[in-house]
């Protein structure tokens, strides 16, 4: 029996999950949205003076091809529901003209002669200082050899949970802090 499955939210999550039970051949789903349009907080409008308001991030970091394949799907198809609002020079809808890009590049330094990708703790195995690596690695097994136990460790709530990632950071600066200048 084909279980109804019901996907709460029309954001880019929500969507993904409706996308993805399509490509799995479930027909039996329903999207609820509670707004007359889809996009949750990745949505823009505009105020009566004209402006453009953005909800929340627009701002896509992705490696991944099958993501980018089908965000890609998902700009040519409003570009085609909306075809009638599209600046001329858009309406051949050539995908390159209908995204705006940036490339995005930040460097971490070690020395006056060395620089690492960010972020910095995806990075640090580029170092050519073995060293740098060592530390690294030493300074993670510090982090975690100073847990008392598993129950003191475990996280209950939100706030408990902002608090271990500060402590990690922390820890992680300072164990690294050799390096930076």
């Known amino acids: 029996m084909d279980k109804k499955i019901v996907v709460i939210g029309g ?3 929500g969507l993904g999950a409706c996308t993805r039970l399509q490509q799995l051949g479930h027909k039996n789903w329903l999207l609820i949205e509670k707004n007359d349009y889809t996009g949750g907080l990745a949505t823009s409008f505009s105020d009566p003076h004209g402006f453009w308001w953005d909800v929340g991030g627009h701002v896509t970091f992705s490696h991944y091809k099958y993501f980018n394949d089908l965000i890609d799907q998902g700009v040519i198809a409003y570009a085609k529901k909306h075809h009638d609002i599209l600046e001329e020079e858009d309406k051949d809808l050539k995908l390159e003209k209908l995204w705006c ?3 995005r590049e930040s460097w971490a330094r070690f020395d006056p002669d060395s620089y690492l990708p960010y972020p910095f703790q995806n990075n640090f195995f580029y170092s050519k200082n073995t060293q740098v690596i060592k530390d690294c690695f030493d300074g ?3 982090i975690f050899a100073q847990r008392e136990n598993a129950q003191s460790n475990k996280i209950n709530n939100f ?5 271990k990632i500060i402590d990690f950071i922390r820890l992680g600066i300072f164990s690294l802090g050799k390096y930076f200048q």
């Open 159 to 163: 706030v408990n949970q902002i608090f």
């Open 11 to 13: 954001g880019p999550t």
């Open 101 to 103: 890009t940036h490339k």
């Open 140 to 142: 993670l097994l510090e």
